[in-house]
């Protein structure tokens, strides 16, 4: 059974603009491709290597979005101050200031005004489930981490 990945209809919105979006570059860059293949011998034309780079991450990329939205579980963001997908948390690591991040895919980067925290790291998971005042140890590059949920709320 795959692992659903928890996320808001904003979330998913933006996973599938974002796929689209990189589908409507097929045809740009097969043509970018072309003509570079039309400037003669292969083993030196950077611009045809360019171009089939380009080619291959964003084919990456349409298939990671494709799974991310294929694993999607919609979720609703509820104000009950417990650590959650959709939430900014506050956080304070040890002898640090406090730092706010939005627990949330990485496609919430653009539109976020704080810092975006997956829910898949480290940090992420140790704070799932929590609530302001708990502290919890995340493993971090072999190393724990205390960090200190300061507060969560809901955007």
Do not use: C
């Amino acid at each position: 059974m795959e692992e659903k990945i928890q996320m808001t209809s904003e979330e998913f919105d933006r996973l599938k603009a974002e796929l689209q979006e990189r589908i409507s570059r097929r045809p740009k860059i097969i043509e970018a491709i072309a003509t570079a293949r039309a400037h003669g011998d292969l083993s030196e034309n950077a611009e045809y290597h360019a171009a089939r780079e380009e080619q291959g991450q964003n084919e990456a990329t349409i298939m990671t979005l494709e799974q991310q939205l294929e694993e999607a579980e919609i979720i609703e963001v509820v104000d009950d101050g417990i650590v959650a997908p959709g939430k900014l948390v506050t956080i304070r690591y040890e002898g640090d200031e406090p730092e706010t991040f939005l627990l949330a895919q990485r496609a919430m980067k653009e539109a976020a005004e704080v810092e975006v925290l997956s829910p898949a790291s480290p940090v992420g998971q140790a704070l799932t489930g929590h609530t302001g005042g708990d502290t919890v140890v995340a493993n971090i590059n072999e190393r724990d981490i205390k960090i200190e949920i300061v507060s969560v709320t809901t955007p």
